[in-house]
């Protein structure tokens, strides 16, 4: 086991470093000299090239590179163009709302999928399984700012039972009527992801369901939910576990947009308007955390699978 968790991290680690270079290099292909953010387009060439010579910007693109690995690993992801702040401030100032959501959200991806997936595969065929396949069909196929905007427009305008926009933090005056405001983004967010886990969860069920295993059960007279739970479920569980894992992934690429939506303080609002300012150290370290969050949330569902299904260690 300690070998295949040493190989599972050292493989992390190598995707985080490779995914380091990618966000370096394309970030310096973003149209817009920052110099000239920095200080306006009426600067002499005179102060912009000392100023470029000052921040290292004259050097070869790998000098740079190798300069700012060096600082990431001591936990300095530069200073802010707009703000004039150290970027890992501004990252921790926006994290609790982010991470809040993403908690929130995965906890609605989990009780809505996997619940489900597991109704429509038991009836599979009926009107209960054709009927949720199309509403997951449906929710994965909306943009998810529609379905903001359509939840807004139902329980925040017309029904008045949820906030639309803004976020009082419950750390900080302890409300934890404030969780309401977390409702109508987790749900935009997980909408689309929930219905890709029932989705999985349908097919692996019913793909696990043809073992012969399975056949034999049934053969030896053992009641459905008991051949459900302990030989179907468990074997079945696998490919959600490692979607769950990939999902990190896509409500990271999401949460700008619901971020936007709603109005949350977050490090999806602040990508998207460091990217209106063209606030190249921002980007980089929003970036740069999120394919953190999405190799570890990969590395964390390949440590759980060996739990789940122990010959995956073997192999």
């Known amino acids: 086991m300690l070998a295949y968790v040493l190989k599972r991290t050292g493989a992390a680690i190598a995707t985080l470093v490779a995914a380091s270079i990618v966000i370096f290099i394309f970030i310096h292909l ?15 060439p005179e102060q912009v090239e000392a100023l470029r010579t000052r921040l290292g910007l004259d050097r070869p693109l790998y000098v740079q590179y190798f300069y700012w690995a060096g600082n990431v690993l001591q936990g300095d992801l530069g200073n802010s ?3 004039q702040e150290p970027v890992t401030v501004i990252i921790r100032d926006g994290a609790e709302t982010s991470l809040l959501l993403a908690c929130v959200t995965m906890v609605w ?6 619940p489900v997936g597991v109704l429509a595969a038991i009836r599979q065929g009926t009107w209960v399984d054709q009927g949720l396949s199309g509403i997951a069909m449906l929710l994965a196929s909306i943009p998810t700012f529609w379905v903001g905007l359509y939840l807004i427009l139902i329980f925040a305008a017309h029904l008045g039972w949820l906030p639309s926009s803004g976020y009082p933090s419950i750390f900080e005056d302890g409300g934890l009527s404030n969780l309401r405001y977390l409702l109508l983004p987790s749900l935009t967010l ?21 073992e012969d295993y399975v056949r034999t059960a049934r053969a030896k007279g053992l ?16 490919p959600i576990i490692a979607m769950i894992g990939i999902d990190v992934g896509l409500f990271m690429s999401g949460i700008v947009v619901v971020e936007s939506v709603f109005g949350w303080p977050g490090i999806g609002q602040l990508a998207w308007q460091a990217i209106q300012r063209v606030d190249i150290p921002i980007i980089m370290g929003v970036t740069l955390v999120s394919a953190f969050f999405i190799v570890l949330g990969n590395l964390l569902a390949d440590l759980i699978a060996p739990l789940v299904d122990p010959r995956i260690k073997l192999k």
Request: glycine fraction near 6%; proline fraction near 7%; charged fraction near 15%.
């Open 109 to 114: 991806i989990v009780a809505l999928g996997v």
């Open 190 to 210: 997980a909408a689309p992801n929930a219905a890709l886990i029932l989705r999985l969860t349908r097919a692996s069920m019913l793909d696990v369901a043809k």
């Open 30 to 44: 973003i149209p817009g000299d920052p110099i000239y953010v920095m200080l306006g387009d009426e600067a002499t």
């Open 81 to 83: 163009i707009f703000f």
């Open 223 to 238: 009641g459905k939910l008991r051949i459900i739970l302990r030989h179907v479920a468990p074997n079945a569980i696998l």
